[in-house]
């Protein structure tokens, strides 16, 4: 089941027009929310990014806040499996084409929920290979645009190699990777690249940021060269589907000793243990 244009239904009787802009231009915005055994993990924050994506590509939100939660809630209750990826987005609508804005386009909202693979225990346990390469993305890397075929390109030079993830370099420093955020570990030091239009304002390297403090581990938002990451005793990647995984190769050179890290090890419990208390507290509201 998935929800098109205020109506809910099959996949396969979801229709969108030759002439819509998602299709043509790359026109809109998207989110992926995960939830666990049926509870949104931060749908208020990927929410609120959504708000901010369609108004700086100015597109009208054709949903109210409410109206969105009740959506995705609908949406995820008509699913059979527990743990979801729940992805909406809104393009710009159909439109006679036309690089500028068509005048009474209504927005196009699809939204649908795909079972949420989290990251197997073993790849937690081993760690993950990365490769890097220059970010020769936009300057809006802080919009959730459905227009990623730059990020698809830079993701396919990992995929090639068997390896989970691209991380980019912009003049010669960190920004993010080619579908997730990045941080670096030096000397016990947990490393973030400050939010900027260079990156995606990731729902999850908040949350790493928020446990980080609140455990009092020490942390520094702080710009991260080329020579910093390559040298790092650990790199982690961040993002919905991901959580927090340790990068233990990069460009096949070992990261720190080649195993993930301590500061690692202590962050991943960190975030299994907040994820579930998240999900205990939903379950208890759910059944109240
Ligand atoms: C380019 C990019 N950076 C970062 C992220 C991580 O964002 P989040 O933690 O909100 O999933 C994503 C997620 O898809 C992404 O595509």
Known sequence: MVFLNGKFLPVEEA???VLDRGFIFGD???????VYSRVPFRME?????????LAAVRIRNPYSRAEWRDIILQLVARQPFEDQGVYFQVTRGVARRDHAFPKDAAPTVFVMSNPL??????LVERGAAA???VDDRWLHC????ISLIGNCLLRQVSADAAAVETILFRD???TEASASNVFAVRRGVILAPPKSNLILPGITYDVIVELAQAAG??????????AELRGADEIWVTSSSKEVLAIVTLDGRPVGDGKPGPVFRNMHRLYQEFKQKVMRAGKERQAA
């Open 15 to 17: 229709r969108v027009s």
């Open 142 to 145: 802080d919009i959730k645009s």
């Open 172 to 174: 010669g420093k960190l």
């Open 217 to 226: 581990l020490p942390f520094e938002w702080r710009a991260v060269s080329e």
């Open 131 to 133: 490769l890097t390469a």
């Open 28 to 34: 809109g915005v998207y989110e992926l929310v995960p």
């Open 45 to 53: 924050e990927h929410l609120a990014r959504l708000e901010r994506s």
């Open 117 to 122: 693979l989290s990251p197997p225990q073993e």
